[in-house]
């Protein structure tokens, strides 16, 4: 007598970063999000969960190292789980009293853990999304968001695919902070991802810490929570709904330059840019300005892609597919590998997309641009990647 789930979930990048808890206990924020869910064939998290009467205790293993159970967000998460199971089997006698039993979770990353790739993200979306199955919760989607949002505030949104908002909420017991679907993955078809791994080291001040300092300490910080982001919001749905690329980028850049801004504005100050993520900054600046034209109306258009860094120094690149090789292109010319790194692991799926580069436009371009190319080796890793879709039960039994 026992029951099995294995489900897969995806890594989820914001364009409006979240960045400040009003209640850190519930993991309530200060401002209102917004990312695109990366596909989960290239980047994701698998959890299964198996549930029997035979368990004495819950544990889990993440990549094959057993973790503790009791760490307070997982144990948040989890107990709030079996609490809606067993208000479920308080109301039905017919239900198997599955709150009671044992849960053993195996969760795998098939990317770096901790290296700023999202991983708690993915993590803690798979982790209640298939508690929700194996216990055949009767909530939404956006109440699940609810429940992963305890493990980690940028979880609530890969419960979703497409583009994704999480709406702060005004209530102090959290139960309208929760992630809600703006458009899906084939509302805006063609949109690309491009990470550039930069470092895959664990960071130096993790999101959580970080946040609070920010939240404790910039004055910065208020006027972005009360003058920029609700605004912006509307700004971004707006250029989502019109699939305008041109007002996306520029809200992409800028809420990602002002949110390193007001990591610079704590004290101690945080930064979480490198050199290499600068020149990153240059290149996309340099690239986008060779388009970019001022239409009658006084709106700047032609953007051909657009950065965004979380707390860490990786660039991630949003572009739709016809630029995407003429971006990779230039990336791959001021970037170079070094020959150490082997050229299937270093581009992954890229390296298709490479294949087909036109060489000679990327040096006309790349000179033009009048920028050095960066010593070999300096980027460790790309990732070819594109907007997919929610999370996927895998098998159930
Ligand atoms: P990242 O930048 O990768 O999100 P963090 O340091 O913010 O790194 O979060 C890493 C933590 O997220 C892990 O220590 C673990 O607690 C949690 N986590 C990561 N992957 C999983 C997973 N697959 N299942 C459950 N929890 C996970
Ligand atoms: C910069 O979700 O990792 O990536 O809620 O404390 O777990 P906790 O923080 P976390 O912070 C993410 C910060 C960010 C921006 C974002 O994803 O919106």
């Known amino acids: 007598k026992s029951k099995e789930v294995t489900c897969s979930a995806p890594v989820n990048i914001a364009v409006i970063k979240y960045w400040g808890k009003r209640n850190t206990a519930l993991l309530l924020p200060t401002n209102s999000s917004l990312s695109l869910t990366l596909n989960q064939d290239d980047l994701r998290s698998t959890t ?22 009791n ?67 009767s909530i939404n989607l956006s109440q699940v968001s609810m429940l992963a949002r305890l493990g980690s505030g940028s979880a609530c949104r890969s419960l979703f695919g497409g583009f994704v908002k999480w709406e702060m909420g005004t209530k102090d017991d959290g139960s309208d902070s929760l992630a809600i679907q703006v458009a899906s ?71 990602s330059n002002q949110f390193h801004a007001v990591c610079l504005d704590s004290y101690p100050p ?37 950065y965004t860094f979380d707390a860490g120094p990786n660039a991630v690149l949003y572009m739709q597919r016809e630029h995407l090789s003429e971006v ?27 294949e087909n580069v036109d060489k000679t436009n990327v040096a006309k371009v790349c000179d033009g641009l009048g920028l050095k190319q960066w010593p070999k080796g300096s980027l460790t890793r790309i990732i070819s990647t594109s907007v997919g879709d929610g999370p996927r039960v895998l098998s159930k039994e």
């Open 48 to 69: 299964t969960i198996r549930a029997s009467p035979d368990f004495v205790s819950d544990r889990i293993w993440l990549n094959g190292k057993e973790e503790n159970i």
């Open 71 to 137: 760490a307070k967000r997982l144990s948040n998460v989890l107990s709030k789980a079996k609490e809606l199971r067993k208000e479920m089997e308080e109301k039905d006698a017919d239900l198997e009293k599955l709150s009671e039993w044992g849960i053993y979770i195996a969760s795998y990353n098939n990317f770096p853990t901790a290296a700023g790739l999202a991983s708690s993200a993915s993590g803690f979306a798979c982790l209640t999304f298939a508690l929700s199955q194996i216990y055949d919760l």
């Open 185 to 255: 993955e084939t509302d805006w078809p063609g949109m690309e991802a491009l990470i550039l791994v930069v470092s895959d080291a664990r960071k130096d001040t993790g999101s959580t810490e970080g946040m609070q300092l920010t939240v404790e300490t910039s004055e910065l910080l208020k006027h972005r929570i009360e003058k920029v982001v609700p605004q912006r919001m509307l700004d971004m749905e707006k250029a989502i709904a019109e699939k305008d690329f041109d007002s996306f980028a520029e809200i992409t850049m800028a809420d």
């Open 270 to 306: 945080i930064f979480y840019l490198n050199d290499i993520s600068k020149a990153v900054i240059k290149v996309i600046t340099a690239l986008n300005a060779r388009s970019i034209h001022t239409d009658p109306s006084g709106k700047k258009k032609g953007y051909k892609v657009a």
């Open 328 to 354: 990779l292109g230039v990336i791959d010319y001021l970037f170079p590998r070094k020959s150490t790194q082997k050229v299937g692991e270093y581009y992954g799926k890229a390296k298709e997309v490479l």
